[in-house]
């Protein structure tokens, strides 16, 4: 009934503005503006199809199956939304569709998470379906959130209004999203509680650590110390905040002990205004 609720088209954002506005961005907004888009359509269009394949096939309750259905049109829906942007306001709109494989840095971030789903898909049982899970929680919970809170920091100083916009649309999806899978998971601890063991874990702790400090490089690397509200340390604890979040939701310990250093991000986020 959320996702249904959640309905939206991506030509139902303005984006008349962000052209003109792209224009007159800094250098370094225009970069980072660039790899987030890159990023988001990379990952998005791998998750389309990995709701799918990897995942839907050894889930067996039929209505989870329909709400995983769903999601996989959603993050097409959401590939659609950046498609949107970069045709909006890109001034060479190949350079960021062949990004993903161009920038060394965006490289090695997105083949890490493709190599996470293939091995886990090559050897299927219990505790690699359930890992593949965890993986999704991290991907739509992690791996998106400091080009989200870049793109809000644009659309917080009167800029790229349309896009901030576009991403709230697309944020409050991945929202719904980590609730399914936070539920998933819950409900996989009640019916076979033999597989959280201690050293299951650790192996989901490690797969977030790695998660943590990829984002938070990546974090680092598109803003450069040049976006303001920004610094390398922030946008570090801001996605150790999000890690621990994650691992509450299901039951685990936090891992860093950290509070939210943007709190404004969350309230810009929100549809309640």
Known sequence: DIMEANTWFPREVNMSADGKDYKLLTVNEKRMYDLVLAQLIAMDSLQTNNLMDNINPYITAPEVNACLARQSYEEANHSKSYQVMVDSVSENTDEIYTMYKNDPVLKNKNQFIADVYIELSEDINDENILLALFANQILEGLYFHSGFAAMYALGKSGKMLGSSQMIKFVNRDEATHLLLFQNMINSIKKEKPELFTSKFE???????????????????????????????????????????????AVGYSPEYNVSNPILWVDGYASFND
């Open 202 to 248: 650790e192996k989901v702790r490690s797969m977030f650590r790695k998660a943590v400090e990829l984002e938070s490089e990546w974090g680092a690397y598109i803003t450069q110390g040049q976006i303001l509200g920004f610094t390398d340390k922030i946008i570090d604890q801001y996605i150790k905040h999000l890690a621990d979040q994650r691992l509450k």
